[in-house]
């Protein structure tokens, strides 16, 4: 189905991007990673599933590199088709003992790396396919994008603010082959919560096992962690015809999470 088109999906080494990366890649798309940590590993899950892969190490906290990235793509692959931004960090504090440098670091990575891969991706889909345009673009929120958790006010605020951004650049190209929607999922068991349930068992000398049973149930009532693989599917299909008029939705994956 999307065999000949690029996809670049930030923060794509590990976890969610990873899930998404290879969900496109299993549709035909050629993949374009990026991120920290092991590079190897993940380039090779994508290429078993027979197609093109890149990588570009570009950190998303920083304009210029991702300047450089969507150079990079568009060099490796002619342009980019699909952009997933999904890179993200946490950090959990009160407000006033909440580290400046953590909410600046939150503020650029999980916002305004959407906006700058957003603005230089936008051109070429807008032209694409004879003029009409044609391009999807995936911003991976969060349950805290439509919700609040106390100890998060950078990642809540950031999460509020992709959902905004996802609107306006579904209202700006609604005309347009280009749509643009957000992904909020409830809890995933990344690396990402993998360390606030190691924080969580730590802090309350409980094992991990009861720390996992205890984040679950605060606020997912299905008790269940949705998968990457999950959300890759909901990726692929905001990719496909039928996703054509779904723009600028917050589309959860949250186990009943912002129901209640
Ligand atoms: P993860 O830690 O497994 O993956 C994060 C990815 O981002 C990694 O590839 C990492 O290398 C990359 N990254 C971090 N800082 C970067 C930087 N400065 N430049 C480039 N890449 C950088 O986390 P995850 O859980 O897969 O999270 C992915 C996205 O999903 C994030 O935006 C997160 O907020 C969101 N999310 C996660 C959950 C969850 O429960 N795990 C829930 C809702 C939303």
């Not at 670049?8 to 080494?13: I, K, Q, R």
């Not at 300047?67 to 060099?75: G, S, T």
Request: net charge negative.
């Amino acid at each position: 189905m999307l065999t000949g088109k690029t996809a670049l999906v930030t923060g794509s080494t590990s976890g969610i991007g990873l899930g998404i990366a290879k969900a496109l890649a299993a549709q035909g798309a050629n993949i374009v990673l990026n991120g920290f940590g092991d590079v190897d590993g993940p380039k090779a899950e994508v290429a078993a599933l027979g197609v093109k892969v890149a990588y570009h190490g570009a950190d998303m906290s920083k304009p210029a590199d991702i300047e450089d990235m969507m150079k990079f793509a568009a060099a490796e692959f002619g342009q980019v088709d699909i952009l997933v931004n999904n890179a993200g960090i946490q950090h959990g504090a009160k407000i006033e003992d909440f580290p400046v440098e953590k909410w600046d670091a939150i503020l650029a990575i999980n916002l305004s790396s959407a906006f700058h891969a957003t603005r230089l991706a936008l051109p070429a889909m807008q032209a694409a396919n004879g003029g009409k345009g044609w391009g999807r673009i995936i911003n991976v929120a969060s349950v805290h994008g439509l919700v609040a958790s106390a100890q998060k006010s950078a990642y809540v605020a950031a999460k509020h603010g992709v959902i905004g951004l996802t609107k306006v650049t579904a209202l700006e190209n609604a005309t347009t082959g280009v749509t643009c929607n957000a992904i909020c999922p409830g809890w995933v068991l990344t690396p990402l919560v993998q360390k606030q349930v190691d924080a969580r068992a730590a802090a309350g000398g409980v094992s991990i096992e009861t720390a996992t049973q205890q984040l679950l149930g605060e606020k997912e009532p299905s008790m269940q962690f949705t998968t990457p693989e999950e959300l890759g599917a909901l990726a692929v299909f905001l990719c496909s015809p039928a996703g054509n008029n779904v723009r600028g939705v917050a589309w959860n994956m949250d186990g009943g999470w912002t129901a209640q």
